[in-house]
């Protein structure tokens, strides 16, 4: 990409004001779609408050119980991750945490249903919060059964009023619970992380020790991603060693210690057992994006064909005085990536406008959504190979003009 063609392709472009609104319209409405659900995936998928070291962490989220007469798919229970993730070798730290309760808050005369959690104490030091007040209960309060919670600050400010709120208590399903800090909100999309107010696990029932299934999601910390292999090398080796006093005969156990996005395949392809999940959701996400840009980028064929004979005179002289088809194809690509460029352009800005605008509804609660580096990359990428996509087989067909065609306004 030379500067004579970058200028040409600015007076091209310049010169064909409808043509290059109507194509900087259709690039611009696909880019701000794909970058809006990159932002969305980008938030869910990478590591930032409070998950932050998400990049080393790997989670228990499903459990299936199969034998000839009956199949259980499920969370696991608390005995389950008693027997599989406490301990692995190689972990830094490990936690159990239950999956998203609603609880009821009486304040007065109000009734507020809010979000809990019940997590282990070393949930605290595998994520990372960012507490305004006070500080995490702890190993002593969780072993004693302590009422103890931690709240965010909107939660505070929705009960308690503005103001300090630790050593304060909220009465919560009908019992009180003291504050032992409090923290920044969490956007749902931190899936581990995310809930409105969280409370020690607390005495565990002798039932609960044994259950294989229950409410419960485990969470382990590896020292660095290079670890996982081993880890899940053990892990798995303790699924296929699982046995209850209950099992029925051909009893099998399948779960997966899994990245933040296989924890997400696994449930959604409902089996356990596939080690493959990741890549096939990946492999989804790309064909959908890949459908999603097919349509625009047909039509933007159409429209640099049409341009196509537009220019035939033009292109006709340049042949005629020898110019190699390479040049030619160079140009028009060159054009075309310009064009989906500026159109990329826009579609950050309107991106931000409409991150902005989702980050101030409550269709996702407690929304973070930005573009940041990684978001900004990702667009380039996919404008960069929309303008090449869209730009190469109306290239090769201008390139294979005939000059005297072509000078007489011919037909490719």
């Known amino acids: 990409m030379n500067i004579a063609n970058l200028k040409l392709a600015f007076r091209v472009l310049a010169r064909r004001k409808v043509f290059t609104a109507i194509s900087l319209v259709g690039i611009t409405l696909t880019l701000v779609v794909l970058m809006v659900a990159t932002a969305i995936l980008d938030n869910i998928f990478a590591a930032g408050k409070p998950e932050s070291n998400l990049d080393r962490m790997l989670f228990v989220t499903v459990v299936g119980r199969y034998s000839k007469d009956m199949s259980q798919t499920s969370q696991p229970g608390y005995g389950f991750l008693q027997k599989t993730i406490r301990d692995l070798p190689g972990a830094e730290r490990y936690a159990y945490f239950t999956q998203l309760q609603t ?15 019940r997590v282990m104490p070393s949930y605290w030091q595998i994520l990372d919060f960012h507490f305004i007040e006070g500080a995490p209960f702890t190993a002593a309060d969780d072993a004693a059964d302590r009422p103890v919670a931690v709240i965010t600050d909107a939660l505070r400010d929705k009960v308690l009023g503005p103001g300090p709120a630790v050593g304060r208590t909220i009465n919560l399903g009908g019992q009180k619970y003291r504050i032992a800090g409090v923290v920044s909100r969490v956007p749902i999309t931190r899936m581990s992380a995310y809930a409105e107010v969280w409370v020690p696990i ?145 579609g950050f800005i309107f991106t931000i406008i ?37 730009g190469f087989y109306p290239a090769w067909k201008m390139a294979r003009l005939n000059p005297v065609n072509a000078l007489r306004g011919g037909a490719l």
Not at 109 to 116: D, G, K
Not at 302 to 316: D, F, K, M, Q, V
Not at 357 to 379: C, D, K, M
């Open 103 to 117: 609880a009821v808050i009486y304040s007065g005369a109000q009734r507020i249903e809010t979000q809990m959690k």
């Open 354 to 390: 409409a991150l902005a605008a989702l980050n101030h509804t409550s269709f996702i609660p407690e929304a973070q959504f930005n573009v940041n580096a990684r978001v900004f990359g990702y667009g380039m990428l996919i404008a960069i190979f929309f303008g090449v996509f869209s």
């Open 202 to 346: 607390g005495a565990v029932t002798a039932e609960l020790q044994r259950a294989t299934i229950g409410e419960y999601n485990g969470l382990v910390l590896a020292h660095s991603r290079d670890d996982f292999p081993a880890l899940k090398r053990e892990f798995n080796t303790r699924v296929a060693n699982y046995t209850t006093a209950d099992d029925r005969p051909g009893m099998e156990t399948r779960s997966g210690l899994d990245t933040a996005f296989e924890a997400l395949a696994r449930p959604m392809l409902n089996n356990p057992a596939n080690t493959d999940a990741g890549l096939v959701l990946r492999t989804i996400f790309v064909t959908l994006a890949l459908i999603f840009m097919t349509l625009p980028a047909l039509n933007l064929v159409t429209l640099n064909l049409s341009r196509i004979l537009e220019r035939a005179p033009e292109i006709g002289v340049r042949k005629a005085f020898g110019a190699p088809k390479r040049t030619l194809i160079a140009q028009f690509v060159t054009e075309n990536v310009i064009l989906t460029l500026l159109g990329g352009a826009l």
